[in-house]
């Protein structure tokens, strides 16, 4: 695996617009197979009923104003979909298909998620973007799921 991106111009000036660079198939197909089974092994340790938090980018205050929410930073967080629970606090699917987003510490805490957030490639794009300084922050996993209540 190469350790150098060669960003495009282009590429680096959407990230400095934008926030966020996307890069299709950074990891090889068995890299990403090795993540989604850690998550799958992750999910399976997660007691669903411990926690009912639900991560939305609308009314933040209201839904995240909570310590679960706030003192992620250091630690493997679940957040559930908006409609992941009935009215009656009852889960409307399977557990793994009601959490939209893992978050904040896999980067730290996890081994695997370590490896590839502190690969000399990453760094590399950090520098190549015009960062002086490469720490990974936090890490929030978004999963893409087909969700329908």
Known sequence: MCSFVN???LQV???HNDGYLVLEEFWNA???????NRIQMILSQFDYE??????????QSRKCS???FLESGNKIRFFWEE??????????QIPENCINKIGHALHDKDIEFKKVSYEKRVHNIA?????????PVFYFLILIIDFKC
């Open 7 to 9: 960003l495009t111009q």
């Open 13 to 15: 000036d959407a990230f």
């Open 30 to 36: 068995t890299t990403v197979d090795t993540l989604k």
């Open 50 to 59: 411990s926690h009912r938090v639900i991560f939305t980018t609308a009314e």
């Open 66 to 68: 909570n310590d679960y």
């Open 83 to 92: 409609d992941a629970r009935d009215e009656n606090g009852n889960l409307v």
């Open 127 to 135: 520098q190549e973007l015009g960062l002086e300084v490469f720490i």
